[in-house]
């Protein structure tokens, strides 16, 4: 729809009325008539475009086609098409008559500049910023959708910098722009204007928490709002002008701020006392989402610790990532200061806009030894960080309990960047650990990839990545789901017992004392613990079936067997929890359960390579038994990667 804008007007001398190109001037003819006006006559110039609108519809008198009578809701409504050449160059006059129908007794002399003004910005997501995109002011999901949108500045573009980009009021180096949304502002009018007339551009109070937005002119970029900076006012020129502005994200969407920003222009007329507002419009940018990468997506870069002990493991680890054609980080001692656990300290993701992509790190509040690594070795040019911290934390706040799976369909509803999925205490118990509220916050805001909560606090250590992880396959959905399973893992035992190899042992020829099948199966607390294993996972699978829309078929038991270790009698895996897995395109990087020896095989290895080999996945089991499990974690927790964004674009999302 078109502006509208209300014209008072006075008789006598001439109104001088600049006029915006795409809006509509209401001029009001009851209000200003002389006493005794009965009818009116308007005659324009040829760039006018003048109409009556008549609520009464009480019309024309009927010998003079320009005339008409006069009614308390009477209009003139003017339009133009053209910019103006020179200033007053277009009229409009509107004359009065009272009983004698020749003899005029007052007129309202309108003279009018048509100027063009736009704000513009990337409405149409293209990576440019188009013109007047009549769109732009609102913002809509989906491929039909429009609306610009906004990176959060959160990598580190200049060398030296102790912060982030979003937090300091500059632009310290050119690279950093590409960053930041464009925003222009267009001005095309005659050359010369009535002098003295302003721009103005502003944002709210809540936004200026959101964003810094900078004036790029001629050699130097100013910032001009944003911080405490809630408008700006620029004088108008004459001629044709573009005001170049670039505009950072500096939070994450979350639960108190949003995820819109909302920038207002207005045209500001001098008065005698002041400025008014003679036209104004807004452009809504919506700030981009953190985004997590599930296990189908390409690797492309795999991260782990070096530390005093996992010699033999980081060697056996190298070989896998080699073998997958991956780029390994290794992260030395002086940096993770004995900390292994990266999968616990970060997760990696991304931010995308039209016009750029960047990875960005979210970093846990768990911060123990890892800490300092994702500011000094991971934030940098175009990688980005973002942290949530809280002074209540709990082994759950750990991002081996932050997930998610691949794209899914339920019920008809799309998630193309799938879903999250995130660990707590079951839903009916009052007491419990659950992950931090100002990460679960965040999470849940970033609206994407709809968490999903499951109940993990069954564990010792409390991850979901301790009983599922995810597989690429070349069928059905794209994927499995493989979940731990203590029940298949009796089975498989029964068997090997029934088959006479009951006293073959786990854990022959490690540093820890081997069980015999026989001892597993005769131990019947160990198998009432694990059919309370049982049961907690099978609750989540039928959450996660509901949630993800999967069926059984897309499901693979893994067999693994837990033991209650604490008080709260929670459960840690006996031997290497197979499902704790790294996921490198194809090749999977397995813990090695170290099963009993049948003719020289481990059943255990043999039972994953029967159920996931046939779906083209190449299985690696990796030793981490005393560097990882034996302190109650595995492969999975003790790596982490970097895969690439998803193809799909977040804001062709329906919602
Ligand atoms: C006003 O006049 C127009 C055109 O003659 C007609 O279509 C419309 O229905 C009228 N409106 C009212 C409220 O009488
Ligand atoms: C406008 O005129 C109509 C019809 O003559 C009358 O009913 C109405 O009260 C008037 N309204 C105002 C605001 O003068
Ligand atoms: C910007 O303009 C919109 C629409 O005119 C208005 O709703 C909003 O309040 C304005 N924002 C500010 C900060 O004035
Ligand atoms: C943990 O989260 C679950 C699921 O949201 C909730 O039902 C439960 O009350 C929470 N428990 C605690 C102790 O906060």
Redesign the pocket.
């Known amino acids: 729809m078109s502006k509208q804008r209300t014209l008072r007007m006075e008789c006598g001398k001439p109104n001088q009325v600049i006029y915006v190109l795409g809006t509509v001037l209401n001029i009001d003819v009851y209000k200003p008539a002389p006493l005794g006006s009965k009818s009116f006559e308007v005659h324009s110039s040829p760039g006018v475009k003048c109409s009556i609108s008549d609520l009464h519809n009480v019309t024309v008198v009927a010998q003079h086609a320009k005339r008409w009578i006069l009614n308390n809701r009477t209009l003139v409504v003017v339009t133009m098409e053209k910019i103006s050449n020179y200033v007053n160059d277009n009229k409009v006059t509107i004359t009065y008559y009272g009983d004698k129908l020749d003899q005029p007794i007052d007129k309202i002399i309108l003279q009018l500049t048509a100027v063009y003004i736009s704000l513009d910005v990337d409405a149409d997501r293209d990576g440019k910023v188009e013109k007047n995109n009549p769109n732009k002011g609102s913002w809509k999901w989906g491929p039909k959708g429009h609306g610009a949108i906004l990176l959060v500045n959160c990598d580190k573009d200049a060398p030296g910098a102790a912060v982030s980009d979003r937090s300091d009021d500059t632009v310290p180096i050119f690279e950093d722009l590409a960053d930041m949304s464009q925003m222009i502002l267009r001005t095309e009018g005659p050359t010369s204007l009535p002098p003295d007339y302003k721009l103005q551009l ?3 109070a809540s936004d200026e928490k959101k964003v810094h937005v900078f004036r790029h002119d001629l050699t130097k970029m100013t910032k001009v709002l944003g911080g405490t900076m809630l408008s700006v006012v620029m004088d108008y020129t004459k001629g044709n002008n573009e005001y170049n502005f670039f505009i950072e994200g500096l939070r994450f969407p979350d639960k108190e701020i949003g995820s819109l920003v ?1 920038v ?1 222009l207005s045209l500001l007329e001098p008065m005698i006392v002041g400025y008014a507002p003679i036209f ?1 419009e ?1 452009v809504v940018f919506h700030l981009a989402p953190w985004i997590m990468t599930p296990n189908t997506l390409a690797p492309q870069d795999v991260y782990v610790c070096s530390v005093m002990d996992n010699a033999k493991f980081l060697k056996e680890f190298t070989a896998l990532v080699e073998k997958a054609m991956s780029k390994l980080t290794i992260c030395r001692e002086d940096m993770n200061r004995g900390d292994r656990w990266i999968q616990d300290e970060i997760e990696f993701g991304y931010s995308a806009a039209p016009h750029k992509t960047f990875p960005i790190v979210f970093d846990s509040p768990r911060n123990r030894g890892l800490e300092m690594f994702p500011y000094k070795k991971l934030l940098g040019p175009d990688f980005g960080h973002v942290t949530r911290t809280s002074d209540v934390g709990n082994s759950l706040d750990s991002f081996g309990n932050l997930e998610v799976s691949p794209p899914v369909t339920v019920n008809g509803k799309e998630y193309p960047m799938g879903r999250i999925i995130i660990g707590s205490a079951f839903p009916t118990t009052s007491h419990g650990r659950n992950m931090t509220k100002v990460v679960q916050d965040f999470l849940y805001a970033q609206t994407v990839q709809s968490p999903i909560e499951l109940f993990s606090d069954w564990l010792h250590v409390g991850h979901v990545d301790e009983f599922l992880t995810f597989v690429p396959a070349p069928d059905r959905k794209g994927f499995r789901l493989l979940l731990v399973s203590p029940d298949a893992c009796c089975k498989l035992f029964m068997k090997i017992q029934q088959e006479g190899h009951g006293e073959a042992m786990l854990f022959e020829n490690l540093n820890t004392t081997p069980i015999k099948i026989n001892e597993i199966l005769n131990n019947q607390a160990l198998l009432r613990d694990n059919s309370y294993v049982q049961k907690c996972v099978d609750w989540n699978r039928d959450v996660l079936k509901k949630e993800l829309g999967l069926d059984e078929e897309d499901i693979i038991d893994i067999p693994v067997l837990f033991r209650i270790r604490d008080h709260f009698q929670r459960a840690v895996a006996l031997f290497p929890d197979m499902v704790n897995m790294i996921v490198l395109g194809k090749y999977l990087g397995i813990p090695k359960p170290f099963g009993p020896l049948i003719n020289g095989k481990c059943p255990l290895e043999s039972a994953v390579r029967a159920a996931l080999e046939p779906l083209g996945l190449d299985c690696n089991f990796i030793d981490d038994f005393d560097a990882y499990h034996l302190q109650l974690g595995e492969v999975h927790c003790g790596s982490n990667v970097l895969r690439k964004p998803f193809a799909f674009k977040w804001w062709n999302m329906e919602m």
Do not use: G
């Open positions: 502003y944002i709210s909302t207002n104004t807004q």
